[in-house]
């Protein structure tokens, strides 16, 4: 007899088309035994969203869906997921994505097989009309891929949640939400790492949505540019302040803490330590930063390059990247 897994799925402020598109995308999938859970974060769209989740809930008794009384945010609507569930194997799941019919079969096979607490997967990204825009999220956004353990599942984050399948014992130590969780993908990995270890699948299982309303999204460097001159102006002191707000402390800094917090193992333990102090040094700097050898200790790896190479400049050579700043 086939395994439970617990599609947990956020919803707020839905595109219906999107919402029906990913909900029939799960009801789908070849592996059947499923529960999907929902939770809508009091989306101001809730009387049409509300009409489409009970028409799914009468439909197939595997989803059960709850309606918050005010909103929370996604993080904590995803934490109040992983509270009502309590199947052995758990996913995430974006309200606007669409799984291939394999996603969960091949999931759960590769986790079983690897035995491992945590297995992602590659993805294409489409735009907001369905139209692929990158056929392999891994080489577009240069993710590390980890077999195993890795340092880099420390200082990154490994896999966008909606790639991701993890067990119940990586739930049983996530839950309750310490106040600085700041990315529950990256702390769901973050603990598979400590455990029994993470692995991928190079294959595309779903196509993730990128449109304005993404929270990180997937977009590039560029784009995230793009939208933070328009609102701050292109001066060096607007560059500084984006190196240091948008860049080091939000994909960095504050994940950094979120793992200490977590973690179990005095090894990762010292690690995070000389990390959080790493990114606290850069962000003292406005010129030059000379550490050069301890960004390829904490950051370096397998599928990184481009990633690294503009890494490097942000972090070690401010005053160049804000030449490309300006562009």
């Not at 056929?135 to 984050?157: G, T």
């Not at 995230?224 to 701050?232: G, I, Q, R, V």
């Not at 060096?236 to 179990?264: F, H, P, Q, T």
């Amino acid at each position: 007899m086939k395994e439970t897994v617990d599609i947990l799925l956020a919803t707020y402020n839905t595109n219906p088309i999107y919402l029906k598109e990913q909900i029939e995308s799960i009801l789908n999938q070849t592996y059947k035994e499923i529960k999907l859970i929902i939770s809508d974060d009091y989306s101001e769209t809730s009387k049409e969203i509300k009409e489409i989740l009970d028409k799914y809930k009468e439909k197939d008794k595997r989803i059960t869906v709850y309606y918050q009384e005010k909103n929370i945010g996604y993080i904590k609507n995803f934490e109040f997921l992983l509270q009502k569930s309590n199947s052995n194997y758990i996913m995430f799941s974006d309200h606007d994505d669409i799984w291939y019919e394999n996603k969960v079969e091949e999931s759960v096979k590769i986790l079983k097989e690897k035995q491992v607490d945590l297995v992602y997967c590659n993805a294409k990204q489409i735009d907001e009309n369905g139209k692929i825009i990158h056929e392999s999220y891994f080489k577009y956004k240069n993710m590390p891929l980890i077999e195993r353990k890795s340092n880099l599942a420390i200082s990154r984050c490994i896999g966008i949640g909606c790639s991701q399948i993890f067990t119940k014992e990586v739930r049983e130590k996530i839950i309750p939400f310490k106040e600085n969780v700041m990315a529950h993908d990256w702390l769901a990995a973050f603990i598979a790492n400590e455990n029994k270890g993470i692995a991928y699948i190079e294959e595309t299982l779903l196509e993730y949505r990128l449109h304005n309303t993404n929270v990180f999204g997937g977009r590039s460097l560029a784009q995230n540019l793009a939208k933070w001159k328009k609102e701050n102006g292109k001066s060096y002191n607007s560059y500084l302040k984006y190196r240091k707000e948008k860049v080091i402390d939000m994909a960095y800094l504050d994940g950094a803490k979120m793992c200490y917090s977590y973690s179990e193992n005095e090894k990762n333990k010292k690690f995070l330590e000389n990390l959080i102090k790493y990114y606290e040094k850069l962000e003292q700097c406005n010129f030059i930063n000379f550490h050069f050898i301890k960004y390829f200790r904490f950051l370096a790896g397998k599928n990184l390059f481009k990633k690294m190479v503009k890494e490097f400049v942000i972090f070690h050579l401010p005053i160049i990247g804000y030449i490309t700043f300006k562009m």
